[in-house]
């Protein structure tokens, strides 16, 4: 089968379309027949070197896709040949078959592009766990997501609407926030232009911050919490090291968090999949919440994807087809 390997690591020139043999199943996998994968911050960590799958996991990259069923694990039970499907990985989605553990598998939303339906796990098992499951998020609270415009920020904006909630954003230009309106959002920051700890304040605070960007927004984001407030970190892109004042923190009784999903065991993320299957695929079947994608590449362009993903200039997610 066709796919995309890293042979080293580096820049976008590392990765490799290759001829490999395809995946086999244990008993509770299912063979997905990849549509296409969804393309990541953290495949470009991994492509870098700086982020390798778990033990044991596969080493190419892709951390979601959509597809067709093609086999069936004997001990996997709810799931037919045929089925059209998108699934949360710990890698290997950038390849035209991939093995799936059956709890990390989703039904395609009815109404819904198979191609498009690539560009959901990732982002809406991040959002749901981080900002419902652990932050409790809750109806008329205000969230603030870094980076609206990203896969990330644009779920988080229709999930949290969908749920009651204000939302304010930060992004880097006008443009990118006027698509963070459409979406819902409440209050536009661009970070270029306006303090967000200004902003925020003024609106008493945010009650859940959902953070990319780590070390750089450390303190400002412990300035910019609500009382009560819950920081939850979930991105590197400003660095991994920062200094904390806990007599702010003791002001705010503020909590910081920070999760991974990638990392979490099979049985785990199996409880963040049943949750998101059970809280918002309805909203994806009625069409309340949809992906936002910029554009498809062929899976041999995933190098043009990455650049695309690092520069920073797409709304929304990149996707792959095979």
């Known amino acids: 089968m066709r796919a995309i390997t ?58 979601e896709v959509s597809g067709t069923i093609s086999a069936i694990g004997s001990a996997v039970a709810g799931w037919s040949v045929g089925d059209r499907v998108c699934a949360l990985l710990a890698g290997g989605g950038y390849a035209e078959q991939v093995a799936v553990p059956v709890g990390q598998l989703l039904p395609a939303p009815e109404g819904l592009d198979l191609v498009e339906a690539a560009a959901l796990p990732e982002v809406v098992c991040t959002v749901w766990s981080n900002v419902f499951m652990t932050a409790r998020l809750q109806p008329g609270e205000l969230l603030l997501a870094h980076g609206g415009s990203s896969g990330i920020g644009t779920m988080a904006i229709q999930l949290a609407k969908a749920f009651g909630s204000r939302v304010a954003v930060t992004a880097g230009t006008a443009e990118k926030l006027e698509r963070c309106a459409q979406l819902g959002a409440d209050i536009l920051i661009n970070y270029r232009e306006q303090d967000f700890v200004e902003v925020i304040s003024a609106e008493g605070g945010a009650d859940v911050i959902l953070d990319v960007v780590g070390a750089k927004y450390l303190s400002r984001n412990i300035a910019a919490l609500a009382k009560d407030g819950r920081l939850d970190i979930i991105g590197m892109q400003g660095g991994v090291k920062a200094e904390l004042n806990i007599a702010d923190l003791l002001a705010k009784r503020g909590s910081v968090i920070a999760t991974g999903l990638r990392a979490r065991d099979r049985a785990d993320k199996a409880k963040v999949v049943a949750s998101v299957r059970e809280h918002v695929w309805p909203l994806l079947e009625t069409g309340a919440v949809r992906p936002v994608v910029q554009e498809t590449m062929p899976l041999e362009r995933a190098g043009d994807a990455h650049r695309a993903l690092a520069e920073s200039q797409h709304v929304g997610k990149l996707l792959l087809t095979t």
């Open 6 to 63: 890293l042979p080293s690591f580096g820049d976008e020139s590392v990765l490799t379309p290759s001829d490999i043999p395809p995946p086999t199943i244990s008993d509770d996998e299912v063979l997905v027949d990849v549509a296409a994968a969804g393309v990541n911050r953290a495949d470009l960590m991994q492509r870098q070197g700086f982020y390798p799958p778990p033990k044991g996991e596969s080493e190419i990259p892709g951390l």
